[in-house]
């Protein structure tokens, strides 16, 4: 591992408590089969990633604690993220939300609300997700897909901060405002999709032109990219060389030519669903 890469992003609460992530996390959506939750696991831990990403909808907390019992490195070296889903707003059932994906997991550090729907859902769900938090049953609590008029809404009412957005957030969708907003009140925002979900940003021609230019793959630079703006990337593959590839991008700076000319391919089209317009199917 380089020395940049273990270096730990901060997110400092209100509280004076210090926060300390992982710098990349490995994405576990659609990884559905002991083969490849093994494959995957196993190479991005030999590879030096430290941050796994699941959640319970993904449907695959027992596989990944399996891979992760197996994977041959401490699970206190290890930090794993698990969220609640939607059918699960309100205290008693995010309490509950929690104890089964901890059951299925084993432990689980970071506990993130998946997605806010209405208003006021969350803000039940978020003081279950504080209790969590006061019993060291976990140690960094807050939310995904959350826009700013939704922070605004839970940091108005809170006892204890969200240290983390987990959001949409690549080359063809940053959403500037919200990451200045989280900036200036010390969340620390992970980006979900990196890649764009598979949606061909990798096959762009300005970044195939930049990655030629640095002697990059396309991937590495949109990763690259997300590290430069201040966000965690969080990319999902399951195949050992990908895994690598993804986690190769310490050791280089994208100059900030070349990052001016990567802000003018945001488009601003999301790959997943807007949490503005959005409640979800299966809110109760
Ligand atoms: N909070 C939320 O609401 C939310 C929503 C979506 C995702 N997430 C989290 O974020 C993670 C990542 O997002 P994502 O899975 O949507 O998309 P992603 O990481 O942007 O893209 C994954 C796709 O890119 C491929 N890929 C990975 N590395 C590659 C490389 N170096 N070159 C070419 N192709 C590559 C993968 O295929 P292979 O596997 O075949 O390599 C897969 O098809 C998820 O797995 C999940 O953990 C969270």
Redesign the pocket.
């Known amino acids: 591992m380089t020395a940049e890469a273990m270096k730990d992003q901060h997110s400092r609460t209100d509280e004076g408590q210090v926060t300390i992530l992982p710098r990349i996390f490995l ?4 990884i559905r089969t002991r083969k490849d939750a093994d494959r995957a696991v196993t190479s991005a831990v030999k590879t030096g990633y430290r941050g796994i ?2 959640a319970a909808c993904y449907e695959n907390e027992e596989l990944i604690r399996s891979s992760i019992d197996g994977c041959g490195i401490d699970r206190t070296e290890l930090t794993v993220t698990s ?1 609640l889903w939607n059918n699960s707003h309100g205290y008693d059932k995010a309490l509950q939300a929690f104890d089964e994906s901890e059951k299925k997991l084993g432990s689980i550090d970071i506990y993130l609300i ?2 806010p729907g209405p208003v006021p859902g969350f803000l039940e769900t978020w003081t279950a997700l504080e209790h969590l938090f006061e019993q060291g049953r976990v140690k960094t609590i807050g939310v ?2 959350f826009m700013v008029p939704q922070l605004e809404i839970l940091l108005d009412r809170c006892r204890i901060r969200p240290m983390i957005n ?1 959001i949409e957030c ?1 080359l063809w969708y940053t959403d500037h405002p919200l990451l200045d907003y989280c900036r200036r009140k010390n969340i620390a925002v992970q980006a ?7 949606s061909g940003l ?1 096959e762009n021609e300005t970044l195939r032109d930049i990655a030629n230019r640095l002697n990059r ?1 396309p ?1 590495q630079v949109a990763l690259r990219y997300l590290l430069q703006i201040g966000v965690i990337p ?6 050992p060389s ?1 895994i690598a ?2 986690f190769h991008i310490f050791d280089f700076r994208i100059p900030n030519s070349e990052i001016e000319a990567l802000c003018g391919m945001n488009r601003l089209v999301r790959t ?1 669903k807007d949490p503005l317009g959005w409640f979800g199917q299966d809110y109760q």
């Open positions: 994405g576990t959506w659609d990403d699941t969220k998946h997605w995904s897909n987990q690549h979900f999709s990196p890649l764009s979900a598979g990798i793959s991937a969080i990319p999902k593959s399951s195949n990908r590839e993804n997943n």
